[in-house]
T-cell receptor, first 109, second 113 residues
Framework: DAKTTQPPSMDCAEGRAANLPCNHS???????VYWYRQIHSQGPQYIIH???NNETNEMASLIITEDRKSSTLILPHATLRDTAVYYC??????????FGTGTRLTVIP | NAGVTQTPKFQVLKTGQSMTLQCAQD?????MYWYRQDPGMGLRLIYY???????DKGEVPNGYNVSRLNKREFSLRLESAAPSQTSVYFC????????????FGPGTRLTVL
């Protein structure tokens, strides 16, 4: 599976949009981009995933570039409860994953 | 629905001791997974079970064994614990063998002295 590169940490003001980038320049055609988050040592929580098109759900939006080499997770109105480590994962299947160290997002009051 | 439950929550072992970590899910999921997370690191897949009756190795299987007891339960056994196995262990489940929306348990914090 393709590996990803994420900034180690980011800050975001409460109520503002949080934009978390992810580079995955070696992504293959059959690999999806997934985002999970982990709040303070709890089990990870699924956020969103996509293949080529942009996706939106009740939690977030996922923007994937046309060449699929990078993506951005957008939390439209960050709250203090969104403080977490966010993992960008690129994979075609669940039996060969690379979680990486993710981006630690801190939402500031 | 309890989702994914794990027991115990905390455990301290001495080197060479054995133990079994228990995991159960009540979502009627076919696939289950065991991960470990070392301090400051992401999760690494130890073993997975695509469906009842099947198990396969993940990225870091050495020192572990698993049993898919039935559709609900997936246990992880450490036969002879080593300090390198000090970690937080997470169990997860999903409807099918895909990474789409795996549901994770709260974790078991294991220390091996």
């Amino acid at each position: 599976d393709a590996k990803t590169t994420q900034p180690p940490s980011m800050d975001c003001a409460e109520g503002r949009a949080a934009n978390l980038p992810c580079n995955h320049s070696t992504i293959s055609g059959n690999e999806y981009v997934y985002w999970y988050r982990q709040i303070h040592s709890q089990g990870p929580q699924y956020i969103i995933h996509g293949l080529k098109n942009n996706e939106t759900n009740e939690m977030a939006s996922l923007i994937i570039t046309e060449d699929r080499k990078s993506s951005t997770l957008i939390l439209p109105h960050a709250t203090l409860r969104d403080t977490a480590v966010y993992y960008c994962i690129v994979t075609a299947g669940a039996n060969n994953l690379f979680f990486g160290t993710g981006t630690r997002l801190t939402v500031i009051p | 629905n309890a989702g994914v439950t794990q027991t115990p929550k905390f455990q301290v072992l001495k080197t060479g001791q054995s133990m079994t970590l228990q995991c159960a899910q009540d979502m009627n999921h076919n696939s289950m997974y065991w991960y470990r997370q070392d301090p400051g690191m992401g999760l690494r897949l130890i073993y997975y079970s695509a469906s009842e009756g099947t198990t396969d190795k993940g990225e870091v299987p050495n020192g572990y064994n698993v049993s898919r007891l039935n559709k609900r339960e997936f246990s992880l056994r450490l036969e002879s614990a080593a300090p390198s196995q000090t970690s937080v262990y997470f169990c997860a489940s999903s409807e099918a063998m895909s990474f789409y929306e795996q549901f994770f348990g709260p974790g078991t914090r294991l220390t091996v002295l």
